[in-house]
């Protein structure tokens, strides 16, 4: 008896390049990116957000990544370097860190985010696939981006946008959709002032992710006829998508669709932590119990660079000095001596000198907390050295004098603000 045949079929992510957009600033956070890019900033406690947007490629079964950067990007290269050189050329993996580098003209950086593709065609089109997923790096979420661009081919699409549901009160920043039968985009705005509805959910709005798929033959040429338009911006959400949208066939991918949940998350979770509030709110989110974000989920692991530190150390057993963490996330090289830590995160290397009280704090890495310190509510940049006695988060008028401290009463502390303070 002859057997059945069996047609196997390689995920498309195996034809496809993840290309991932990470040259922004992100001035909202303020002095937390005097330093670094936004991609480049500090999460979870040993991670960096663009980890996150790297890590569903890996793990989505992309083998072909490529990472466009820009402002002040040295931080953020030595970390791609560093955390991620592990695919190997020889397996049909690759890596690119693709700075502006003058590649059109001798005066001509990254004019926009699909110049920032543009300017890389010939490198693209070098490894040859068949389909372009574009990324932000700057945004935390765990998404299986294979499911878009099965969605991708099933419709025909010329482009699939990502999208998440917000309250259109909130969607003012985003770009928007407005979407049709079959969850095709009828119309598309950038950063509207008055968000449109969606349809099956009033007060929500559709807005993008920043995250498109493209057939590579179909987005050169689209890149080719934007780059020839003295009038275009050079930018997807303001030029390519929305002729997409009126010429083409554009498609909205929900990411409801696609979120990966752990077995402890109910709920979808994506994040633009742009802003220092919106920072300091999701990374102390993951002190919960059970955090809406799970990253100890083995099935969907966030890569990222692991420094090679012994573990986190808690000394002293004294009423009054007491070494002692309490729904905290404390990561290797850590010394909590003599002091309580509670619901904050401290990142690598971070000392807690006797005496001293932080609570709600996200700590960055290798920060020298000194004796008797209380720190509330705060973001402490890395590497700074907080001194004795220093008490913040009880005074707000004193707090807004010396530090940035938002309408929330969070407080970002930089050494050159400390430097600043009166001897």
């Known amino acids: 008896m002859t057997p059945p045949k069996v047609s196997y079929s390689a995920p498309i992510s195996r034809s496809t390049m993840a290309y991932v957009l990470a040259g922004g600033r992100g001035s909202r956070l303020m002095e937390l990116t005097d330093r670094r890019a936004k991609p480049a900033v500090y999460f979870g406690g040993k991670s960096r957000i663009v980890d996150f947007t790297l890590s569903n490629a890996l793990n989505s079964g992309i083998r072909r990544l490529a990472v466009a950067t820009q402002y002040k990007a040295h931080s953020l290269i030595r970390h791609l370097q560093r955390g991620w050189n592990f695919l190997r050329p020889e397996r049909n993996e690759s890596f690119d860190i693709l700075p502006a580098s003058q590649r059109v003209s001798e005066d001509r950086w990254y004019m926009g985010t699909a110049d920032a593709v543009y300017q890389n065609i010939d490198i693209i089109d070098g490894y040859a696939p068949e389909y372009l997923l574009i ?161 100890f989920d083995q099935d969907w692991p966030i890569w990222t660079y692991g420094e090679i530190t012994p573990p986190a150390k808690f000394v002293h057993d004294i009423d009054g000095r007491r070494g002692e963490a309490i729904s905290s996330l404390v990561s290797g090289g850590c010394i909590v001596s003599g002091a309580i830590v509670r619901r904050s995160l401290l990142f690598t290397g971070v000392q807690v000198h006797s005496y001293s009280h932080v609570e709600n704090g996200v700590i960055l890495p290798y920060v020298d907390v000194g004796r008797g310190a209380r720190l509330h509510n705060v973001v402490v940049d890395k590497g700074v050295r907080i001194p004795e006695g220093l008490v913040v988060g009880e005074d707000p008028e004193a707090d807004a004098r010396r530090f940035r401290r938002t309408a929330n009463g969070v407080c970002l502390i930089t050494q050159p603000m400390l430097d600043a303070l009166p001897r």
């Not at 969607?171 to 349809?199: N, S, Y």
């Not at 033959?217 to 934007?226: A, G, T, V």
């Not at 402890?264 to 999701?282: F, L």
């Open 135 to 295: 990324l932000a790096g700057d945004h935390v979420y765990k998404m299986d981006y294979e499911k878009m661009l099965v969605q991708h081919v099933n419709s025909g699409a010329d482009v699939t946008v990502g999208c998440v549901e917000v309250p259109a009160a909130e969607a003012t920043g985003f770009g928007v959709m407005h979407v049709g039968e079959g969850d095709r985009i009828v119309e598309f705005f950038e950063k509207p002032a008055r968000p449109p509805e969606m349809p099956d959910k009033p007060g929500w709005a559709l807005a993008s992710m920043g995250i498109y798929v493209f057939r590579r033959d179909l987005l050169n040429e689209q890149l080719r006829r934007d780059a020839a338009d003295p009038h275009s911006s050079r930018d997807f959400g303001k030029d390519i998508i929305p002729h997409l949208v009126t010429h083409g066939k554009a498609v909205a991918h929900r990411f409801s669709a696609s979120c990966v949940r752990g077995r402890a998350e109910s709920a979808d979770y994506w994040r633009d932590v742009g802003t220092v509030d919106a920072y300091w709110q999701a990374n102390i989110d993951l002190t919960d119990v059970v955090p809406e974000l799970d990253l």
